[in-house]
Nanobody, 122 residues
Framework: QVQLVESGGGTVQTGGSLRLSCAASGRTFSSYAMGWFRQPPGKEREFVAS????????RHADSVKGRFSISRNNAEKMVYLQMNGLNPEDTAVYYCNARDTLLTYSTPGPFWGQGTQVTVSS
């Protein structure tokens, strides 16, 4: 099992940047591929980005490619989402996710954080 806690959300203006962090607890963090998902107001939760167990492979949704970047530090049990060029369509609750698989993924695993709100004002 792995427990996840997100931080780093907030309110920014269009074009701004934020860095989300996800702290994991549990001894088997490096056994999980990790991901970020988001749920915009009134919409379904959607895939944002994922990273393989060893950090060697990443996958990003088309809507965030070139603007967002996922990374991880297995020694510190941390996952990050660097978000640049934010626009109002990025407004959502962002969730950290873990899945017991080797490679990147877009279908979420069973482990979720509580979420962190990101609001982008125009």
């Amino acid at each position: 099992q792995v427990q996840l806690v997100e931080s780093g959300g907030g309110t920014v203006q269009t074009g701004g940047s934020l860095r989300l962090s996800c702290a994991a607890s549990g001894r088997t963090f490096s056994s999980y591929a990790m991901g970020w998902f988001r749920q915009p107001p009134g919409k379904e939760r959607e895939f944002v980005a994922s990273i393989s167990r060893n950090g060697g492979s990443t996958r990003h949704a088309d809507s965030v490619k070139g603007r967002f970047s996922i990374s991880r530090n297995n020694a510190e049990k941390m996952v990050y989402l660097q978000m640049n060029g934010l626009n109002p369509e990025d407004t959502a609750v962002y969730y950290c996710n873990a899945r017991d698989t080797l490679l990147t993924y877009s279908t979420p695993g069973p482990f979720w954080g509580q979420g962190t709100q990101v609001t982008v004002s125009s």
